[in-house]
């Protein structure tokens, strides 16, 4: 309850910075008048008209009686035990900042004065919002958002008259910084007698304090509530009733006014002030106390001394806010509500199985597996982006298992690693009843609506839904398009420039005079720097160094970056742009890649925060100049633009899947030129949530000599992170296709070597691919699982077959997987596998030394890996690596971009080819990623379309507004 107060109009706005303990931040003049009280007027004896009831009129100044000793007292354990507690919290928690948040109207009066004296008593900061006594309503409910959102700030008083205190403003403040209890939330929690997270009215604890102290013990007495409505008077009712009293609540008006008065043991007066009570309506032996508007004439030495007891028990509340704020930003065990599946037989396809199942909301899922609604940005009701703060808070929490999920050479079909992924994390989470994550990249639109469709898993083991997972999700990809090519239309428009202006012309316009003033930008510093020109005052340059300051001068035939867009249009692989007439002549041939095969994505996957992400950003290279100089995006002066374009898409997506297990949708880099794994950053947001014995699932594209190698070598170099298991997906329809049989194509129908059993081309393809696949992972150090996944052409006799031969060839386990057709029951035995193997020590290992020469490190993965007996440089790739080495880029570990089809660098070449020598045409750099690339063979970085794309099923139900045809 807010009694009515004095007030005078606010002055002019100020702030001034506060300070541990007595600190106080201002923003209104910290003077007023006095504001309204608190008192408790004990008995002054007979008076005449007969016996007087223990009410006082007046108490001198000099005098103090055994009553105001009682509450002396009384304040003094309040204000002890919270100065106690304040520093029991500092000393667990050094950087924190205990902070009360005060907004008011007009300026301080004598209520807000003794407030901040027991915020300096016992320790607080004070930060004060002043507004004027006409603000509306909307201008107090933007101050309460801001101090909502504010973390510093563990409670806010809303010293306001009760008319500005209405539904919305309550309604918007939040119940746990709502250190009155005046907020629905809390009143109910009182009611229902739970307090371990709500608050109770410090102006109720006081009158309730008051009211034990008594003379005479009041509890099974009846206490009368005269007057007064609000939150103050309803706590204030419920408290005493908790406490063994009866309380009545009366009107001024009441015809049976007199009666309950003078049956009272206790009377709580809540008027205006405007009305009082007899003195002989009081029975001889009542307490009263009476909470009414400051009266000149009714000044009490009591009235300081209980608002001060109302003060000590607010700040008590921001200390306990500030302890639950505390405890909430520790680690939270998982409380996991499953979705149950009721598999098919036979299977419905994926897009009709994702839509029978209703995921839970996203707030609801982050909710189960610790996340807090601060770190959570929702897109939606089924997908939310999650804030890196969460590394900060969980920093200190040790990390869960951490699995890869691999594969042996696949067919152009694709062998399931998605879908074991999730039937894995269904198994572990629902089944096994263990904290499990899943980590997989976003799906381009260039598939989707190609041939290969989504990515979203399948049958029983998929993200759902599947039409969000697959379509657009929440923009990152468009994020990468729109800064890849604001680099691109960079680059033209500053060789356009260049190539029409003079040294000054460029200097004027770069560096523009702003009311008179030049300055160069912080960007351009950063290049002044690096040209070794230290000096900030653009006038103080020379004319060499305003010509070395604004002519990047670019060599034309050596610009490597591309234009991007996610869809497979083959027409675009090469281009001419700069044809109109008002380009001037600067006609070049450039061309345009796959969204996913932008260095950018690669960036998004390997940064590990948003500083390490500026940093690559800013450092990538995009061409040469004509003096052999890289030239980089931070030469260009639009770095700092890349990095606000991908500030959102840093952060990774949660999504679930059909049992209602979490899943982090992030990043989505091309396997065979980049990397092809997903983001480090949501592996280990997700390693911190699972919790020490919990385990973070995450996969690697394409066969085990590219995204697992990339991924150890690469990925863990840029991440810190070390693997515990890799699993190894294998299907006997690979299997038979590296044991000799006919090729296999997307869209062909399956020769019947691959519907029939085979068990001679099962072994065949065990002894060779399968094996080498488990040896590339030994070489790491790395335990390995072997999962198949089985589908329904496959015997048991192949099915038997492969476990057997796996585990001769060193798999700690081989395990067939079902996960398609009956979800996470049907991967259990893989999850009992992996979590077995996950308890065994790892010897991880890097493959080669950062340091060693980068021809060496391309032989090294050449020959340990793919079973080469060398290498052979084109003169091209020779020429590459001087000038890498020279410009300082040898240290950064390799990429190798060659096809996924075979161990080597010919596709049709299966199981584990030997006795050849792997060519090296070119050599190339990501800089900004940290990898250099050498180019096996012809490399695609901009699919084409097949003649019936994936599109020609796909449509809208204009009626219903669901999608047909993704699957």
């Not at 009843?433 to 598939?447: D, T, V």
């Not at 020490?692 to 190698?709: K, L, N, R, S, Y």
């Not at 810190?720 to 296999?744: F, I, Y």
């Not at 240290?891 to 299966?910: E, F, N, Q, V, Y």
């Amino acid at each position: 309850m807010r009694l009515s107060m004095l007030r005078r109009a606010c002055g002019s706005l100020r702030t001034h910075p506060g300070s541990r303990g007595s600190g106080v931040s201002h923003r209104c003049p910290p003077t007023g008048p006095a504001g309204c009280r608190l008192i408790l007027r004990p008995a002054s004896g007979s008076t005449s008209g007969g016996t007087s009831p223990r009410v006082a009129v007046h108490l001198e100044k000099n005098h103090r009686r055994e009553d105001e000793f009682e509450i002396d007292s009384s304040l003094k354990k309040v204000v002890q035990s919270t100065k106690e507690a304040v520093l029991a919290l500092q000393r667990k928690n050094p950087s924190t900042q205990l902070l009360l948040a005060i907004i008011q109207t007009g300026e301080d009066d004598s209520l807000l004065e003794i407030n901040k004296k027991m915020a300096g008593k016992i320790g607080l900061n004070i930060t004060q919002i002043c507004l004027s006594e006409e603000c509306s309503e909307d201008e107090i409910i933007e101050e309460v958002l801001k101090l909502n959102e504010d973390p510093r700030v563990h409670g806010v008083y809303l010293h306001l008259p009760p008319a500005s205190l209405t539904s919305r403003v309550l309604d918007t403040l939040k119940p746990e910084k709502d250190i009155d209890g005046i907020t629905d939330l809390n009143m109910g929690r009182l009611v229902r007698g739970d307090l371990s997270k709500g608050f109770v009215s410090p102006m109720a604890r006081a009158v309730l304090d008051l009211l034990e102290r008594h003379d005479a013990p009041l509890e099974g007495k009846t206490v009368l509530l005269l007057g007064g409505e609000g939150p103050f008077v309803s706590a204030l009712q419920c408290l005493i009733e908790r406490s063994g009293m009866a309380a009545v609540k009366i009107n001024w008006s009441s015809r049976i006014l007199k009666q309950q008065v003078m049956q009272a043991d206790a009377v709580v007066l809540l008027g205006s002030g405007k009305m009082d009570v007899p003195s002989t309506w009081f029975r001889p032996e009542a307490a009263v106390i009476r909470c009414e508007p400051d009266e000149p004439a009714a000044e009490t030495l009591s009235k300081s001394e209980l608002w001060s007891l109302t003060a000590a028990y607010r700040t008590q509340n921001v200390v306990r806010s500030c302890s639950r704020w505390i405890k909430e930003q520790q680690y939270r065990p998982w409380h996991l509500r499953n979705l149950k599946l009721q598999p098919l037989t036979p299977v419905p396809s994926d897009i009709e199985i994702s839509r029978a199942q209703m995921p839970k909301p996203v707030n609801q899922l982050a909710e189960e597996v610790g996340l807090l609604p601060e770190e959570l940005e929702a897109y939606g009701r089924n997908k939310a982006k999650v804030r890196l703060s969460l590394l900060d808070r969980l920093h200190a929490e040790p990390d869960g298992k951490y699995i890869l999920v691999a594969g042996i050479t696949p067919t152009p079909l694709g062998e399931g690693k998605s879908t074991v992924t999730i039937g894995l994390v269904q198994a572990l989470s629902a089944h096994l009843k263990l904290n499990s994550f899943a980590c997989l990249r976003q799906p381009s639109q260039g598939p989707t609506f190609g041939v290969k469709g989504g990515a979203a898993g399948g049958g029983y083991a998929q993200v759902i839904p599947m039409e969000e997972f697959n379509l657009h999700l929440t923009g990152d990809i468009h994020a990468i398009t729109a800064a890849n090519n604001l680099v691109a239309a960079a680059i033209d428009a500053r060789m356009l420039h260049e190539a029409t202006q003079s040294d000054k012309a460029l200097f004027n316009r770069l560096v523009p005079s702003v009311n008179g003033v030049r300055r160069f930008s912080p960007i351009q510093i950063s290049r002044l720097r690096r040209l070794g020109i230290n000096t900030t005052d653009p006038a103080s340059l020379s004319p060499q160094e305003v010509s070395a300051f604004v002519r990047l001068d670019l060599d034309p035939s050596k610009i490597t970056w591309q234009r991007v867009v996610d869809t497979n249009d083959r027409f675009l692989r090469k281009i001419t742009v700069g044809q109109a007439s008002t380009e001037k002549g600067q006609i070049r041939e450039t061309g345009f890649d796959i969204a996913v095969a932008s260095e950018i994505m690669a960036i998004l996957a390997l940064a590990d925060s948003l500083e390490d992400m500026k940093i690559r950003l800013a450092r990538m290279v995009v061409g040469t100049s004509r003096s052999g100089r890289p030239v980089t995006t931070e030469d260009l002066g639009v770095s700092g633009a890349l990095a606000v374009l991908m500030k959102d898409a840093i952060k990774p997506t949660l999504m679930q899947t059909l049992e209602g297990t979490p899943v982090f949708v992030h990043a989505g880099p091309f396997a065979n030129i980049a990397h092809g794994n997903s983001s480090v950053l949501a592996d280990k947001l997700a390693l911190k949530l699972v919790g020490q014995d919990g385990f973070v699932v995450t996969e690697a594209g394409f066969g085990a000599d590219i995204g697992m190698e990339k991924f150890f070598n690469i990925k863990c170099r840029a991440s810190g992170l070390r693997p515990d298991v890799v699993v190894l997906v294998a299907t006997v329809r690979a299997l038979k296709m590296h044991g000799g049989g006919p090729n296999v194509s997307a869209g062909a129908p399956l020769p019947k070597e691959y519907i029939d059993e085979n068990l001679s081309l099962v072994a065949g393809g065990c002894h060779s691919n399968l094996r080498k696949q488990i040896q590339i992972a030994h070489l790491f150090g790395v335990p390995v699982v072997v999962a198949l996944n089985v589908f329904k052409t496959d015997t048991q006799a192949e099915i038997d077959l492969v476990c057997q031969i796996a585990k001769e060839c060193g798999a700690s386990d081989a395990v067939p997987c079902h996960h398609w057709a009956q979800g996470g029951r049907g991967s259990l035995e893989l999850a009992q596998a992996v979590n077995e193997a996950a308890s065994r020590p790892s010897n991880f290992q890097f493959l080669y030394n950062r340091e060693m020469p980068i021809a060496e490190k391309i032989r090294t993965i050449a020959q340990r890996v793919y079973g080469a007996d060398d290498i052979e440089l084109s003169p091209a790739a020779e020429a590459k690596i001087d000038y890498y080495n020279q410009q300082g880029y040898g240290a950064l570990p390799i990429c190798m971009a060659k096809t996924h089809l075979s161990l080597s660098h010919m596709p049709d070449k299966k199981g584990a080819p030997t006795g050849f020598v792997l060519p090296i045409r070119d050599v190339r750099a990501s800089v900004g990623a940290g990898f250099i690339y050498p180019l096996v063979g012809t490399m695609s970085t901009m699919p084409g379309l097949p003649t019936r794309p994936c599109f020609y099923d796909i449509d809208l139900d204009p009626v219903t507004e669901e999608i047909t045809g993704l699957f």
